[in-house]
């Protein structure tokens, strides 16, 4: 309300000067015209032009563009400055943040809150700048953080890292540093470490062995054989398919296609690691 008070003011004041400024120039104008001598045949002219309207800043389009933005929910401004801290990837002030994107920060104290404690914020409590989930800050140190993982970790994890940090990963992958493999449940992308100092040689005896060796087709009697084995699954396969009974979904597996570049033997295979096993295929 405090601005658009201040915007009604700056136009009133606006109108009173331009009126005043008409008065002025048309009495000057007047005057001028009465004092000068005319000759005696000419017909009355008046040689005085007529006033231009004088021309002011007008600022208002860039006002209201302010208001609206201090207007808009918490959570609108919170997304305006976080944008601008992740894509310069610099510390910014409440100040220069009010400079930057017309979020005024300190003046709306749901927003400094808001800054204050989301995730991918930081606040040294004088500057606000954007926290990726991991520290890294080129290609060297994104390979020492991959390479920590020997599990593999989330490329979604990493994309926020600092800016071309995926064309870094292709890079990796490229030169044999790391693998891209995608998930075979949700389709996204995990960078695991391959390490050049650690050569692995295989055995051909190995290699038969893991290409003849058959698994069951449905998922009851693969998580059975890993109880066995005292292995947890890490699906529940029953518990999915109750599930399905009761919502009206069949319940029964999909045939799974075979794939051609394996053994003919393999009941299932690991056809969603084609990367890996390259080497293994070749050699």
């Known amino acids: ?15 009173k000067c ?7 120039a048309a009495k000057s104008s007047s005057s001028r015209a009465a004092a000068a001598p005319k000759p005696a045949s000419a017909p009355p002219f008046s040689g005085a032009r007529p006033s231009a309207p004088v021309k002011f800043s007008n600022d208002t389009e860039r006002l209201q563009h302010i208001n609206s933005i201090r207007k808009s929910p918490v959570g609108a401004q919170m997304k305006r400055v976080i944008d601008i801290l ?14 930057a994107c017309y979020v005024d920060v300190n003046g709306n104290r749901d927003v400094f809150e808001g800054l204050r404690k989301n995730p991918k914020v930081y606040y040294d409590g004088k500057r606000f700048s954007y926290k990726a989930k991991h520290d890294v800050k080129n290609k060297n140190e994104l390979l020492v ?19 071309n940090v ?18 075979f449940d949700s389709q996204e992308d995990i960078a695991f470490p391959n390490d050049p100092r650690v050569p692995i040689k295989v055995d051909d005896d190995l290699k038969e062995l893991f290409r003849s060796i058959e698994l069951p087709r449905d998922m009851l009697d693969i998580e059975k054989d890993l109880q066995k084995n005292g292995m947890k699954p890490a699906t529940n ?12 979904f069949s319940a029964k597996p999909k045939p799974k296609q075979k794939n051609k570049e394996f053994s003919k033997k393999a009941k299932l295979t690991n056809a969603h690691l084609p990367d890996l096993f390259q080497n293994l295929k070749n050699s």
């Not at 309300?1 to 109108?15: I, P, W, Y």
């Not at 396969?237 to 009206?248: H, I, L």
């Open 1 to 15: 309300m405090a601005l658009q008070e201040k915007l009604d003011r700056f136009n009133k004041q606006q109108e």
């Open 237 to 248: 396969t029953a518990k999915r398919r109750a599930s399905a009974q009761v919502q009206g």
């Open 145 to 163: 953080l991959i390479r920590k993982f020997i599990e593999g970790i989330a490329v979604i994890d990493l994309k926020d890292a600092y800016p």
């Open 86 to 99: 992740f894509q310069t990837r610099q510390a910014f002030t409440p100040e220069q943040i009010n400079e």
């Open 18 to 24: 331009q009126s005043m400024l008409s008065n002025i």
């Open 166 to 183: 995926m064309e870094d990963l292709q890079a990796l992958k490229a030169a044999g540093q790391i693998w891209l493999l995608s998930n």
